[in-house]
């Protein structure tokens, strides 16, 4: 099982908002890009699209 620290999640919205790809946040956080792409389906707001880091 792979789980994420407060802090990736944290380096997740900031290099998304700096429009970093999946891949590149993936490798940069040390995680497989399937685990950050999860973790972006479950933590969307769905009106906005927008990646919130403390809905996890």
Known sequence: MSH???DQR????VLLER???KSEIALFIKKDKSVLTRELKRNCDLRSGKYDSDLA
């Open 10 to 13: 944290y380096t997740i919205s």
């Open 19 to 21: 429009n970093f790809s």
């Open 4 to 6: 994420l620290t407060s």
